[in-house]
């Protein structure tokens, strides 16, 4: 029995001996990821489950789940019949987990703000013993999220295992100690892409992000430097992912081809957003008759390998690191990074992408943490100032969209699927609602539906201001503004009419997807408008046509390279982007609190790291500044 374990459980069985007057109330302890698991056969324990666990959590500093023994679980048949009775007029499905004992249970609704009647699940626990875990399935099913349960509760004890031996790794005995550490630049040094930074202690080592670099004209940029330390594999304890965007988490699946089998940690609705990105990328490559780096199987073990957190709680990730996500207003889910090493020794935050500014969406990034000596930081925009407000924003693409719909044009708007998207929808309602905008048709192709299927899971990672108004009105993402299209007949129709429209497409960067169905259409009438709302990587499609590149080539549906010629109109507003302005970098660097001994950016071509930097100075005085490359290390100490 590992040292640190059996001192765990003897504190464990001696809070559980005062709640049973000496008698046995455990019938076992086992891992369960970065949870102990407190298995007991004694109903009034079990119903009293969700105390218990917090003050396990206040004694011995470790995420507790309390379960029931199967000795006193319902059967089958009567929790089928209970829960029947206790939501009928529902539609609903059932996932009923013998190896954990939960019940899960998948409410379908029309409305995306579903109060969920805790008194409700909390009697059907306390009736039935049994762990009840409730979602939610709005009327845009997901198929990436029936795909990920199947992942995961498919896999039935080898889920059960996985969770094990993840608690192995993270409640083994420290072997070493030391005062240093250690972080090394994989990705995102230098440059926007492929961001992956190494945080090494004497006993952990943890990887921040595992992206790619889409724009990159050859393989061996695209992904970050494991080749540098091909011994990585085998000696990473934990992988931590910020958000859902390619550039962040690409090439984790490549970590899982070549034998990683650790945890990874990311928020709830980055998982299924993760998923269906890879499964596309997949599909492409499929379609397009080029072998991928990574097969569905290894998406498949990635996912086994997950654990999903809430904003705010703190999780042993490793013996002497421990991990807490706060909001980093990107995109939904999108997470800044805390890293508590070795009770207090030395702080690291990532912000990963983030933005300082209430969107339609979602709040603003997080500045205040408990302690914080190194602040790693985004700097995308770092070099050049929005000239405009929000609502100046606001305000272009309402006229940018009117001025092309009069000239009888349409408007084609490359978004993201995941942010851009979301957030561009919405402010396309608000200028409807408050008829600053001349309704036209809107159309959305692509990821982007499946993207925004997803989002509907999870109101509670968007703003109060947002989850209030969809209480009052419903779902805000089913309104009668938008045409989605779903087959290649619909988008053939599309592509066929020549009413004004605005047409929302995916790829945000052009490297793929509808949208080129769309441009190859289009481009050769001045009167329609390529309107751009988000960054643009040096290198791809949509940074060319931006920087005036009017001669270019697509891939057609056949596979083959064909020239065209760019004849419309070509524009960008910087307000809608998911970063940070270099104003609101600034304005985050000002607030952020405690202020860092160390500062470094990332995530941002050398002039706009180089401008930041220099500011960085003056706002932050007394700290020290870094703009790493890629490959280079820091040690740092807590002194």
């Known amino acids: 029995m590992r040292k640190m374990f059996s001192a765990l459980r003897d504190e464990i069985f001696r809070y559980l001996a005062s709640l049973g007057n000496g008698q046995r109330v ?353 700097s995308t925009y770092g070099a050049t100032p929005v000239p405009y407000t929000r609502e100046e924003a606001v305000r272009l693409l309402a006229e940018h969209i009117s001025r092309t719909v009069e000239n009888g044009g349409q408007v084609l708007m490359p978004v993201p699927a995941v942010g851009r998207a979301q957030e561009v929808m919405l402010v396309l309602r608000r200028l409807f609602e408050e008829k600053r905008l001349k309704e036209v048709p809107i159309f959305a192709d692509g990821l982007l539906i499946e993207s925004t299927a997803i989002h509907m899971m999870f109101p509670e990672y968007m703003s109060p201001r947002l989850q209030k108004e969809m209480a009052e009105v419903g779902n805000v993402f089913l309104s009668d503004y938008f045409t989605l299209v779903r087959s290649p007949q619909q988008r053939a129709e599309v592509l066929e009419s020549r009413e004004p429209a605005v047409i929302l497409a995916t790829s945000g960067m052009m490297e793929g997807g509808p949208v080129l169905s769309y441009f190859r259409k289009l481009c050769g009438d001045e009167r329609n408008l390529l309107l751009f709302v988000s960054y643009q990587v040096e290198g791809t499609l949509g940074r060319k046509v931006l920087k005036g590149m009017r001669e270019v080539q697509i891939t057609n549906e056949e596979g083959r390279y064909e020239p065209l010629t760019v004849r419309m109109q070509v524009e960008k507003i910087d307000g809608f982007s998911g970063h940070s302005s270099r104003q609101q970098l600034i304005a985050y660097m000002k607030r952020v609190n405690p202020k860092p001994r160390n500062l470094i950016f990332v995530h941002g071509e050398p002039e706009a790291i180089g401008s930041i930097a220099s500011v960085a100075r003056k706002v932050v005085p007394g700290a020290s500044i870094y703009a790493p490359k890629n490959l280079d290390s820091l040690n740092l100490t807590g002194d």
């Open 26 to 378: 455990a019938t076992k302890l086992d891992f369960e990821g970065p949870r102990i698991a407190i298995y007991t056969d004694r109903p009034e324990i079990f119903a009293d489950r969700n105390r218990i666990a917090r003050e396990l959590v206040n004694l011995i500093k470790k995420r507790v789940i309390v379960r029931p023994d199967p000795s006193i679980r319902a059967p089958r048949e009567e929790v089928e019949r209970v829960v029947a009775e206790a939501f009928a007029g529902h539609q609903y499905t059932l996932r009923i987990d013998e190896e954990l004992g939960e019940v899960v249970l998948t409410i379908k609704t029309r409305d995306v703000v579903v109060p969920i009647d805790e008194a409700v699940v909390s009697e059907l626990e306390r009736r039935l013993n049994w762990v009840f875990v409730v979602n939610r399935e709005p009327p845009m099913t997901s198929t990436t999220v029936e795909k990920v349960r199947r992942y995961i509760y498919g896999a039935g004890p080898e889920r059960l295992e996985v969770l094990r031996s993840i608690g192995e790794r993270i409640f083994r005995d420290r072997v070493l100690q030391g005062n240093e550490v250690r972080i090394t630049f994989l990705g995102g040094g230098m440059q926007v892409g492929r961001s992956c930074i190494l945080v090494e202690t004497k006993e952990s080592k943890v990887l921040l992000d595992a992206g790619i670099n889409a724009g990159a004209s050859k393989i061996s940029d695209a992904f970050p430097r494991f080749d540098v330390r091909p011994e990585l594999i085998e000696e990473l304890d934990a992988v931590v992912i910020t958000h859902s965007h390619m550039d962040h988490h690409g090439a984790l699946p490549l970590l899982f081809k070549y034998g990683y089998r650790g945890p990874v940690y990311m928020t709830e609705p980055t998982l299924p957003l993760m998923i269906m990105e890879h499964l596309d990328y997949l599909n492409l490559m499929g379609k397009e008759g080029e072998l991928a780096p990574y097969s569905e199987n290894d998406v498949r073990v990635l996912a086994q390998y997950t654990t999903t957190l809430r904003y705010g709680v703190v999780t042993n990730i490793t013996p002497d690191i421990r991990l807490t996500f706060y909001n980093a207003g990107h995109i939904i889910g999108s997470a800044i990074a805390h890293l508590h090493i070795d009770e207090g020794f030395y702080n690291v935050v990532y912000t990963g992408d983030f933005k300082y500014e209430e969107t339609e969406m979602l709040g603003p990034a997080v500045t205040k943490f408990p302690r914080m000596e190194t602040l790693i930081m985004e």
